[in-house]
């Protein structure tokens, strides 16, 4: 996996989301530059956990879409002397 940026704009919001966090809810002040090593700290330190729980998801979704696929031409079928499902 490579790793995880964000553009300028992601970035300068995510700080900004961190400040704010510090700032209601720890009642702390957090600067620009160590919320952006935070944010840089939990990328590269946990962020492929959450990176896989997002394939996981997808994954999820995607197999049940395809076995709703599969049940959906199944319906399609007619009935022949032969079937290979036998």
């Known amino acids: 996996m ?3 940026k964000f553009s300028n704009d992601e970035k300068a ?4 989301r961190i ?7 720890l009642k702390q002040d957090i600067g620009r ?3 952006e090593f935070l944010l840089d700290f939990f990328a590269e330190e946990v962020g492929a956990n959450f990176y896989n729980r997002g394939l996981y998801d997808a994954q999820a979704i995607l197999a ?3 076995d ?10 007619k009935p022949t002397e032969f079937s290979p499902r036998e």
């Open 13 to 16: 919001l995510i700080v900004r």
């Open 68 to 77: 709703e696929v599969a049940d959906a031409i199944f319906q399609l079928e």
């Open 64 to 66: 049940k879409r395809l």
């Open 19 to 25: 400040q704010l966090y510090f700032s209601q809810e």
């Open 2 to 4: 490579s790793q995880i």
């Open 33 to 35: 530059f160590d919320a």
